[in-house]
């Protein structure tokens, strides 16, 4: 029997819980796992990257995919986690760690710690797109770096921009640019682009979908990680031709860019972005999702049935349990056997 073949859509944390669900699922299922990224962070290590060494790719969300897809022997583990670490400020004159011997005095022209504030994998995937000279490449040798139980891939060939207009508190519409003062704009999104208006697709990415058993959308941040796949036009098309089956994973709570937003909302502003977007199953915490029945007429509106199923951490925050997830998806993925 093949292999039951899922493209997750996505940035950031809410990709990286997603595809951790989905190892969770591959115990029970026989998966081939795609992650498919976003590439307009701008914020952290990733904006710099982007203005000092004018970076092809943003790296930032393309590490957390890779760490989140990394095999769990200790050798992979291990390099994942040095993909994760981030420099720590090193203030002038603080005393060395145990161990480094002898601080060296710094120049007072080079005082400044150009590596404070950079995770190690966002310099490895620099490293490796500068070497090899293509993105995909890079990313499937990091991917054999740390074992990845699957495949990570970007959704554009390059960079771009996130703009949006936005209706602020007082009533003013004001463009945004930029996915991090996206995610943290104080108002309503009201219109989302991407700069440049039509990037080229990753032909790797496009292939993937057109494969594809299942489409898995979400969790994530809505505006600046899930929606702007639906805005790249080859990759856009090739969503809405695949054979694939299509599910949702609603956030258990709005974050800053949503605010104002109900959960039915969200599931409206897939239609309102890709208008010929069919999906087949949304899946949702009952807990967190407040009166089912407008995101059940909303999910309908789309094709979908809800499935209303706990899958958020014990602690009562507002987090997917990747256990909990993989083990509410397994039913629904595998209905395809």
């Not at 989905?22 to 952290?44: C, K, Q």
């Not at 002898?102 to 490293?127: F, Y």
């Not at 990570?152 to 960079?159: C, K, S």
């Not at 999104?189 to 032909?203: D, G, I, K």
Request: proline letters at 8%; a negative charge.
């Amino acid at each position: 029997m093949t292999a039951i073949r899922v493209v997750a859509f996505g940035g950031g944390h809410g990709l990286s819980a997603s595809l951790r669900a989905l190892r969770h699922s591959a115990r029970d299922l026989d998966l081939e796992i795609t992650a498919i990224v976003t590439v307009g962070d701008d914020g952290g290590s990733s904006g710099r990257l982007r203005v000092e060494r004018d970076a092809l790719l943003p790296p930032g969300d393309l590490r957390q995919a890779l760490a989140a897809l990394a095999a769990d022997n200790p050798a992979h583990r291990l390099t994942a986690t040095l993909m994760q670490h981030r420099f720590a400020s090193m203030a002038p004159g603080a005393a060395p760690a145990p161990g480094r011997g002898p601080r060296v005095e710094r120049r007072a022209d080079r005082s400044k710690d150009t590596l404070a504030g950079h995770a190690v994998g966002n310099l490895v995937l620099l490293g490796l797109i500068e070497m090899l000279g293509d993105p995909v490449a890079a990313l499937d040798h990091a991917a054999a770096m740390v074992g990845a139980q699957g495949r990570v891939l970007p959704m554009a060939l390059h960079a771009v921009g996130i703009e949006a207009d936005v209706v602020a508190p007082d009533g003013a519409r004001v463009t945004v640019s930029g996915q991090h003062s996206v995610a943290v704009a104080d108002g309503r999104v009201v219109s989302l682009r991407l700069r440049p208006e039509h990037p080229p697709a990753c032909p790797e990415a496009v292939a993937a979908v057109r494969d594809a058993d299942w489409l898995i959308f979400g969790p994530g941040s809505w505006y600046t990680s899930v929606l702007p796949h639906l805005l790249v036009p080859d990759l856009a098309a090739a969503i809405v031709a695949s054979p694939a089956r299509r599910l949702v994973t609603l956030n258990l709570s709005p974050d800053r860019e949503t605010s104002g937003l109900s959960t039915a909302d969200h599931l409206a502003a897939l239609h309102w972005y890709l208008p010929n977007l069919r999906v087949d199953t949304v899946v949702a915490d009952a807990k967190w999702v407040g009166e089912p029945e407008p995101v059940r007429a909303a999910a309908a509106e789309l094709g979908a049935d809800l499935v209303l199923v706990p899958v958020a951490v014990a602690d009562g925050s507002p987090r997917h349990d990747p256990e909990s997830l993989g083990a509410a998806l397994v039913p629904v993925l595998g209905a395809t056997r």
